[in-house]
């Protein structure tokens, strides 16, 4: 929709509000220092930037009535126009507001916001350009308090808390993840698992059963690391039940794992103990217990993040247990690339495997293998698997390190691995 500022200061900013669920967490409060980012901000053609000029050209003590003519205008945040430009503001008393977030290089250099002193309260503001279906998290500092941004409706999940969310006019949310009333729904099953390697913490497994488990046999399973989060944020139990119904996929349980010490388990110490505890003790129960397929082609493990590094070491690892996995936003490391070079140099006699893979055009810029940034890892990784003819399918999200990112794929990944054009 399109508004008209009063006193003509601009006029045509267009107005695109997406929808999304509210999932609610506690702030953090922190001191950070912030910079100005080079290079990102939008340059010209924006009306909002024109507003902010003609603003700057007024008598301090006039520029507040102006300003509050803009805030009833457009009461909300962020302001998208042309399908590429976005800015946000801030107003009220501060010293100065950051904005950090994915855009900021992954949570790393806080964003300065540009000040117009406006009497004895200040206008907060940034304009950037961005690709048509970007979709990033952000929080606002102001002065040293973290949070969400006042003006915006559209909160996302995080392990840190609610963020705000910017979404231009070309992304669309994943539609597979509204509930559907008109269609049968499978059941939520709950499971002690305990391995036999004190190391190893017992834990509450949840595990889906996709509607008309007594009339199937010989199902594939998922086991979802993170299990826990995947299933609140990532909608899985909603997504398998829309996709089954709509035969998009054939009818799959699913196992969610959650972490006692998720770096230890994934990355640290325990890592090989909790990889023999799922692949000889959890899936032999899982087996015993459901109508599974047993064979390796149709198990598959997945996970994002330091979960990913898991899964898809567990992949390569044991594919006499898992042949399948999905990795997003994997981090990787040299012990990972040891197993890699390992079982790629078996050739032919190597099992196929099937291999999910995604990254966020502004994920991470630090803490994966060589230092690397997750993009340029992750695409190193596609090349390397392209190079020992390793199925997989890879794709780039302008995006970031995110649940909110990680969410919209979940019926990408569920297609990739039991959707009916799977060899």
Sequence with gaps: MKNRLSYHLFSGILLLMLVFSITGCKNRTQTIACKTIPGTRA????????????????????????????????????????????????????KHVCINGDLQFGWSVPDTMDAVPCGETTFFHRTYTLPFNTRLDYQLIIDTTATTDPRNLHITPSGFGPHSEIAMPGFYPDPFRQFRPD?????????????????????????????????????????????????????YPVVLDNLIADRKIKPVIAVFIPPADRYSEFMGNDHKAFMNAICNELVPVIEREYKTAREPKNRAITGISAGAYFALLTV?????????????????????????????????????????????RFDLTSGTVNNLTFLQANENLDRDMNQSEIN??????NDGHSWANWRERTDDILVYLFGSEKP
């Design 43 to 94: 340059q010209h053609g924006s009306r909002f930037e024109a507003f902010v000029s003609r603003l700057k050209s007024l008598p301090e003590s006039g520029r507040d009535t102006s300003v509050l003519n803009l805030i009833k205008t457009l009461p909300t945040t962020p302001v998208y126009e042309k399908d590429s430009i976005v800015s946000l503001y801030w107003y009220g008393k501060a």
């Design 183 to 235: 269609i049968h729904h499978g059941t939520i099953g709950s499971l002690l698992f305990t391995s036999h390697d004190t190391a190893i913490k017992s834990r509450q497994v949840k595990i889906y059963i996709p509607a008309g488990y007594s009339d199937l046999s010989h199902l594939p399973v998922l086991y979802v690391l993170d299990g826990i989060e995947a299933m609140d944020f990532m909608s």
């Design 316 to 360: 390569f690892s044991r594919p006499d247990v898992f042949q399948c996995g999905a990795c997003q936003s994997t981090t990787l490391t040299d012990e990972f690339y040891d197993v890699f070079h390992s079982y790629s140099g078996k050739g032919k006699n190597r099992p196929l495997l099937h291999i999910y893979l995604d990254v966020g």
């Design 392 to 397: 997989h399918a890879f794709h780039v999200f």
